[in-house]
């Protein structure tokens, strides 16, 4: 059973139509919004390549917050992630020095007039 993400050909796939990949998407159907193990360590691959890389967690089910959006706190998140061989869902020891693994993106404004356009790449 696969417990990750795995982006193949990224580079062949974005650059040609001039997209870049700033964020990791992820959703909870029946969980809360939260940023699981695996979530973490998937978004670290993004946010060590870009640091103002975030993370995106959809939980439709979370009757106090549908939407999430963070990244892995830095320098701590960044070095709990990176220490860590762990594979698969598991439970992080708390950092030392107190502060937390991820946190909300502060550096993130939500505009709800802003015209984008989502493409899904599956079908290429």
Request: glycine content about 4%; hydrophobic content about 40%.
């Amino acid at each position: 059973m696969m417990d990750c993400c795995l982006i193949l050909r990224m580079n062949q796939e974005l650059l040609p139509d001039m997209l870049l990949a700033v964020f990791f998407f992820q959703t909870h159907p029946t969980q809360s919004c939260f940023m699981s193990s695996v979530d973490l360590h998937t978004h670290y691959s993004y946010q060590i390549m870009l640091p103002e890389a975030i993370a995106i967690v959809m939980a439709p089910t979370d009757t106090e917050r549908k939407h999430g959006i963070f990244h892995l706190s830095d320098p701590t998140g960044v070095s709990v992630i990176r220490n860590c061989q762990e594979r698969g869902f598991h439970p992080h020891e708390e950092p030392v020095d107190g502060n937390p693994i991820y946190e909300h993106s502060s550096h993130v404004l939500m505009n709800p007039h802003l015209k984008f356009d989502v493409v899904d790449l599956r079908n290429k």
